[in-house]
Nanobody
Framework: QVQVVESGGGLVQPGGSLRLSCAASGSFFSIDTMGWYRQAPGKQRELVASVRTNGSTNYADSVKGRFTISMDNAKNTVSLQMSSLKPEDTAVYYC????????????WGQGTQVTVSS
């Protein structure tokens, strides 16, 4: 059973910055991808950014140039540095830890609220 725990959400003014952190533990098999997803009220959960152990990253178009994802492979931790935040970034942010080849698995954190408002 893989445990995923997020931290770092909160209230921030438009244009501000916030850093989210996530740690995955309890996995016997190596995790190769970690990422952040978000879900706003009335909307589907969407990918924000992901990173693989080989260093490759993927960002949603809406956050490119504003968010930066980084991963510590040895510790199974991932961070999301968010800058130039907009009200439309308001959502519950979920961390995902995944192994994309056999034996595959994907584990989710409980979510952390990010609110961008003046």
């Amino acid at each position: 059973q893989v445990q995923v725990v997020e931290s770092g959400g909160g209230l921030v003014q438009p244009g501000g910055s916030l850093r989210l952190s996530c740690a995955a533990s309890g996995s016997f098999f190596s995790i190769d991808t970690m990422g952040w997803y978000r879900q706003a009220p009335g909307k589907q959960r969407e990918l924000v950014a992901s990173v693989r152990t080989n260093g490759s990253t993927n960002y949603a178009d809406s956050v490119k140039g504003r968010f930066t994802i980084s991963m510590d492979n040895a510790k199974n931790t991932v961070s999301l540095q968010m800058s130039s935040l907009k009200p439309e970034d308001t959502a519950v942010y979920y961390c995902n830890a995944e192994r994309t080849w056999w034996p595959k698995f994907a584990s989710w954190g409980q979510g952390t609220q990010v609110t961008v408002s003046s």
